[in-house]
């Protein structure tokens, strides 16, 4: 059974930054694509970015282009958004997702395509 487990979240000033971990377990890392969504209050579940395997491509939503980046550590089984110039808009519960790769490419986003999800954790950010 694979496991997901994010850390990092909490609260923040505008301008400020974040960094998320999503840390896997119970399965074949390199298997896997694990990317980031969040879901504000009121709002559907969005993807937020998205990585390969090796880690050489990468999606991210229009709103959060230029600000957040993710990556993969495939020695330590975890996958990072690091946030930053972040907003008000911003403020959301962020999850991270594992898909199997084989079965999804990297720009199938649709979170009814992955399997696993980590429990969540809260970024607000203040005005």
């Known amino acids: 059974q694979v496991q997901l487990v994010e850390s990092g979240g909490g609260l923040v000033q505008a301008g400020g930054s974040l960094r998320l971990s999503c840390a896997v377990s119970g399965g074949t890392f390199s298997r896997y694509l694990v990317d980031w969504f969040r879901q504000a209050p009121g709002k559907e579940r969005e993807i937020v970015a998205a990585i390969s395997q090796t880690g050489g491509s990468t999606y991210y939503t229009d709103s959060v282009k230029g600000r957040f980046t993710i990556s993969r550590d495939n020695a330590k089984n975890t996958v990072y958004l690091q946030m930053n110039s972040l907003k008000p808009e911003d403020t959301a519960v962020y999850y991270c997702?594992?898909?199997?790769?084989?079965?999804?490419?990297?720009?199938?986003?649709?979170?009814?395509?992955?399997?696993?999800w980590g429990q969540g954790t809260q970024v607000t950010v203040s005005s």
């Open positions: 997702a594992a898909k199997d790769g084989l079965r999804y490419p990297i720009m199938y986003v649709a979170p009814e395509g992955y399997r696993y």
